[in-house]
């Protein structure tokens, strides 16, 4: 199909608000066909998509009580363990610091979705056992807090 072509069937778009699309296919002998839609009120009211942007959404963290006795938080998804919202904020919590039920404790991402993890207990974290940045199991233990 030349640039001429393409031109007229461009304008033929922008004259005609009912014309929903156009398809040209050149075949081979240059044989050419035109698929002409008519839009429907479906297509004219649907938005044209954004790219997709990452989405938060909040879990509450797996709690099990050890045999030392010790709370272990484990991941509830398999994904990205990230300690901090964005690449260069202090991390959500650090070994010492004190938390309550419903305290963000990381970010687990998955398919793109950020997932924020949320504690299920109260107490003071003791040990981080996931670096930022590495991939988690469903079940892994995150971090280990003692109850207050």
Known sequence: MREAQIRKLIALLRE???IGEIE???GPFGLSRIRVSKQTS?????PIAAAPTAQAAHAVANVVENA???YEVTAPMVGTYYSSP???SDPFVQEGSKVQSGTVLCIIEAMKLMNEIECGVSGTIKEILVDNGAPVEFGQVLLRIQED
Not at 42 to 46: F, G, L, V
């Open 86 to 88: 964005n690449p260069g």
């Open 42 to 46: 479906a297509m004219a009211s649907a």
């Open 24 to 26: 040209a296919f050149s």
């Open 68 to 70: 030392e006795g010790f």
């Open 16 to 18: 005609h608000d009912d």
